[in-house]
């Protein structure tokens, strides 16, 4: 996994010229790609949610979009539309903005809940249909989308099928003193994303994805992954646990990290790392937990904690 380790190395490097003191968000940003799967960012305004984003699209050699969400927005600003061509007397397609390989989503919530189903069919299936006509979507696809939790005016809350797309949830947080001092220092005379350079190509990627699923992931550790999403399912404060989709992304997700390490198999500690991003967004908490002020990521962090961790040879060997 040597290819996948000096890939990811090289992404990650590139993107911490933007982003400070992020490291674990912007690894769970690469994790995502290589799983071929789509990222919400949700925190607070200011943070660096887009710029995360940019930086990941600036440094692959992929086509990038960027679709600014408004209540007033239609689905066909999104997937594209049909045009009567009075010359040729037939319609044609005008691609929407998600007809790019990489799609920054930005305030995701702001849009109605008829515009955010018009991504649900380009998340899942990679392609969209306009006026019954299916147009593929370009591989690699990738959605990061952007969302503020605590601005509820004018904002629509994704609904748990939208939600259950995205393959991690992830906050940046605010930096430390160190850090924001930093950011004041790299942009005195010009934010950093203006000069970032591509340094992954397209050919890359779709190598790097096809590697990570090669990594191997014992018998034992399998029923580990399964074990804690199923415990989400029977845990006293929660409405609604996690599906198999919750059970697929900590085996996806687990073998990017792996290869992301260098190693050709999975180890319990890297389902740890990831449970949280994985699984939270995909758990609905009842009414106890709530007046109790629990949280997703307690009632993971309680499950994590009363599973047991298998032990042995996890290796091909084992």
């Known amino acids: 996994m040597t290819n996948v380790q000096e890939f990811s190395d090289r992404l990650v490097a590139n993107i911490e010229e933007v982003i400070v003191g992020k490291r674990e968000t912007v690894e769970f940003a690469v994790i995502t790609l290589l799983c071929q799967g789509h990222l919400l960012i949700e925190d607070v305004p200011g943070v660096g949610k887009t710029m995360l984003a940019r930086s990941v699209a600036r440094s ?82 990738m959605v990061m989308a952007t969302q503020n939790p605590i601005e509820y005016e004018g904002t629509f809350p994704l609904p748990e099928a939208q939600l259950d797309r995205f393959l991690l949830r992830v906050k940046l947080g605010y930096p430390d003193s160190s850090d924001e001092i930093k950011v004041l220092d790299r942009q005195q005379f010009l934010h950093p994303i203006e000069s970032l350079e591509k340094v992954i190509t397209e050919k890359e990627v779709i190598a790097a ?58 180890l319990p500690d890297d389902v740890k790392a990831l449970a949280e991003s994985a699984l939270c967004h995909r758990v609905i908490l009842g009414p106890a937990a709530r007046l109790r002020d629990l949280e997703a990521a307690d009632v993971i962090g309680e499950i994590i904690s009363s599973v047991p961790v298998p032990g042995g040879d996890l290796n091909k060997g084992g």
Do not use: W
């Open 60 to 141: 692959i050699g992929c086509s990038f979009s960027r679709i600014q969400f408004t209540p007033d927005m239609l689905p066909s600003d999104v997937t594209g539309v049909s045009i009567f061509n009075q010359v040729s007397r037939e319609f044609e397609f005008r691609s929407g903005p998600i007809m790019a390989q990489i799609v920054l989503s930005d305030e995701i919530n702001r849009a109605t809940p008829k515009t955010q189903a018009a991504l649900l069919e380009a998340m899942e299936e990679r392609q969209v249909t306009v006026d019954g006509v299916t147009h593929f979507l370009p591989k690699p696809f």
């Open 209 to 266: 994805q096809e590697e990570v699923k090669k990594v191997h992931v014992s018998p034992a550790v399998k029923a580990y992954m399964v074990a804690i999403t199923r415990r989400t399912r029977e845990f006293q404060d929660v409405y609604l646990g996690a599906s198999p989709r919750g059970s697929l992304t900590l085996f996806r997700t687990s073998q990017a990290r792996a290869a992301m390490a260098g190693r050709e198999f999975v």
